[in-house]
């Protein structure tokens, strides 16, 4: 089977060819860091983690690299505002963003370059551009020439005549077009600023992700990624500097994300519907956050709310309950069902519809659907007086296997079930059994202080996080 993907730049999807066989290049634009992050930028961290994840677990090595924009107009007028400076508002909230994402189960990149540490590459890329005349400089700024470019607007399928028809020149810019674009900025009295041979200043938003690409995966990469509202200007951008200065093409697949809307919505401070990643963490089991994510096709927009939310709960909680009927079962189960193939062959099947489904542009919607069934013939097949431990273990490596795609990790879990507790739900277990049902009633209450909750079930006791 062939992973297939859609493609912005062609607006298809499109078989996924590596530039060199088993690897995959991928670039994902990381947050301007002078504040917490949103709900809006944890959905490109969890979805593009999963898309990464997905490729590791097709056998390909992931060259991952995500950028932090640690110097820019946003953090500056933060930095005054707290009364700080640059660096330290930038290292605080990079700090902040790696600790909200580590809790969203989203594995760290291979790479994470700043601003602040490629200037040299930055510099040297514009000194490229202005070379061949794609860019000009004029009193310590530095402009790129869209025009200049043939096939700016290929991205974000607009021809140049109307991108230029909504373009302006702000006042203090000296651009030769309103389609022109900053590559570097002479920095204003007071502001953190880089020697250049156009004088003191700082990057421009879009020639950075350029010349971090270049530097940590090559001129050419396989995937460049990021939210729906960076493919104009940003993404378009970084094509005509990329393209322009390596005369090369620069990414071959360009995946873009879905909005998120809350209460059917667009998130937006002025609607009052703003909600921080790190606030929502505090009230939810960060991997229901991220399960939620994932319910929804990466491209399509998704609605959030409580009800949804607490909907994929319970349905995580069903997948939870599934593999730990099947750990229970397999202390008594042998190797002697006489339909222990039949059961294999099912669960393979359902193996391969859940990479059928993922090779079709990650469509994690309906690859959670095929789990659901996975965890439904589970239950089935204890349903059985007889079952086999081969049969369980393969059921319980696939919903792993699963899992680990969409980066759900249950088995955690389990591990937090220490001695203590094991040795409380015996006694109490014993309890039951002697009629002691004061002593049972004492064990439950004193597990749920430990936040175990217990079930009694046909198979015996079951155990959940409360």
């Given amino acids: 089977m062939t992973i297939t993907l859609y493609n912005t730049l062609t607006r298809e999807k499109e078989p996924f060819k590596p530039l060199e066989e088993g690897k995959v290049s991928m670039y994902v634009c990381g947050p301007t860091v002078y504040n917490y992050i949103h709900i809006g930028n944890a959905r490109p961290a969890i979805v593009f983690d999963m898309v990464r994840r997905y490729f590791e677990y097709r056998g390909y090595h992931v060259n991952y690299v995500l950028n932090f924009t640690d110097v820019d107009d946003k953090i500056i007028n933060a930095a005054k505002e707290l009364g700080e400076e640059v660096p330290d508002v930038a290292n605080r909230f990079i700090e902040a963003y790696l600790s909200d994402v580590e809790a969203l189960g989203v594995k760290k990149a291979t790479h994470n370059p700043r601003v602040t540490e490629t200037m040299d590459d930055i510099i040297a890329f514009i000194e490229t551009l202005i070379e061949k005349d794609f860019a000009y400089a004029v009193n310590g700024d530095v402009y790129f020439k869209p025009r200049a470019f043939n096939g700016y607007g290929k991205l974000s399928h607009q021809s140049i005549d109307d991108l230029r028809s909504g373009a302006r020149i702000k006042v203090g810019e000296q651009k030769q077009d309103p389609l022109d674009f900053a590559l570097w900025k002479h920095a204003k009295e007071g502001e953190i600023a880089w020697d250049s041979p156009w004088g003191r200043g700082r990057p421009g938003w879009h020639i950075e992700c350029s010349a971090m690409a270049k530097r940590y995966l090559g001129e050419t990469i396989d995937i460049h990624a990021g939210g729906q509202d960076l493919a104009f200007p940003h993404h378009e951008n970084e094509i005509a500097q990329s393209e322009a200065g390596n005369e090369k093409t620069f990414a071959n697949y360009w995946l873009h994300n879905g909005y998120i809307n809350i209460d059917n919505e667009k998130m937006s401070k002025s609607l009052g ?153 015996q006694e109490r277990t014993e309890a039951r059994k002697n009629r002691d049902f004061e002593r049972a009633d004492k064990i439950r209450d004193t597990l749920k202080e430990k936040n175990i909750i217990l079930e009694d079930t046909a198979q015996g006791v079951r155990w959940k996080r409360g």
């Fill in 273 to 425: 519907n703003f909600v921080l990643t790190r606030e929502l963490i505090e009230q939810h089991d960060p991997q229901v956050i991220r399960f939620f994510m994932l319910s929804v096709h990466y491209r399509n927009p998704i609605n959030f709310t409580e009800e949804l939310l607490e909907s994929a709960k319970h349905s995580l909680e069903r997948i939870k309950t599934a593999y730990s009927n099947l750990e229970h079962r397999k202390k008594s189960s042998l190797n002697l069902d006489e339909e222990a193939d039949q059961w294999l062959e099912k669960v393979k099947s359902l193996a391969d519809q859940f990479k059928a489904e993922m090779d079709d542009d990650f469509n994690t919607a309906n690859a959670i659907s095929v789990l659901f069934e996975l965890t439904k013939e589970a239950n089935r097949y204890l349903e059985s007086k007889q079952t086999s431990t081969k049969v369980i273990q393969a059921f319980q490596d696939t919903i792993l296997a699963i899992l680990g795609v969409l980066g759900i990790d249950i088995k955690q879990e389990e591990e937090m079930l220490d001695e203590e507790i094991e040795s409380l739900i």
